[in-house]
């Protein structure tokens, strides 16, 4: 599975968290990544993070 699978696959959250991945690896900041998908930072750092123990499975 990969970051386009899950953004293509229409549960809402894990596109968020896959939309999250996508901005953090082309160097988008946490703050704003935060603003566009209306979550708070600590959500945003703790979703990369577990994408980048587990991969997009996490």
């Known amino acids: 599975?990969?970051?386009d699978d899950?953004?293509?696959e229409g549960d809402p959250r894990e596109i968020k968290r896959a939309m999250s991945t996508?901005?953090?690896l082309s160097?988008?900041?946490r703050e704003m990544?935060?603003?566009v998908l209306n979550v708070g930072v600590d959500?945003?750092?703790?979703w990369n993070r577990v994408y980048r123990e587990?991969?997009?499975?996490?």
Do not use: D, P, R, Y
């Open 1 to 3: 599975m990969t970051l």
């Open 6 to 8: 899950l953004i293509n």
């Open 22 to 24: 996508k901005m953090f």
């Open 27 to 29: 160097g988008s900041n």
């Open 33 to 35: 990544m935060s603003h």
């Open 43 to 46: 959500v945003v750092t703790q």
């Open 54 to 58: 587990q991969g997009a499975e996490g």
